[in-house]
Nanobody
Framework: QVQLVESGGGSVQAGGSLRLSCEAS????????MGWFRQAPGKEREVVAA????????YYADSVRGRFTISRDNAKNTVYLQMNSLKPEDTATYYC?????????????????WGQGTQVTVSS
């Protein structure tokens, strides 16, 4: 089992940057594929970026490709989401999620563990 704790959210102006972190506790973090999701009020939770357990396959939603970067540091049991050129439409609660082994997952229903979320607010 793994527990996930996100940090790094906040309020920024459009064009700014934030880096989200998700620290995992428990064993074998390197065996978990990780995903970042976001959910805005009244909208469904959507995948933003995902990273396979070995770090060799990455996925980005079209809406963030070229602006966001997912990375992981298995020595620190942490996955990151670097968010640049932020837009007001990026405003949401951001969650990290984990699923053991397997390929990248795109649906929230495919993930086993979730963090509590961190709020990102981008003002125009």
């Amino acid at each position: 089992q793994v527990q996930l704790v996100e940090s790094g959210g906040g309020s920024v102006q459009a064009g700014g940057s934030l880096r989200l972190s998700c620290e995992a506790s428990g064993r074998a973090f390197s065996s978990y594929s990780m995903g970042w999701f976001r959910q805005a009020p009244g909208k469904e939770r959507e995948v933003v970026a995902a990273c396979r357990w070995d770090g060799y396959r990455l996925y980005y939603a079209d809406s963030v490709r070229g602006r966001f970067t997912i990375s992981r540091d298995n020595a620190k049991n942490t996955v990151y989401l670097q968010m640049n050129s932020l837009k007001p439409e990026d405003t949401a609660t951001y969650y990290c999620a984990a699923v053991q082994l397997g390929d990248i997952r795109y649906s929230p229903h495919q993930y086993e563990y979730w963090g509590q979320g961190t709020q990102v607010t981008v003002s125009s």
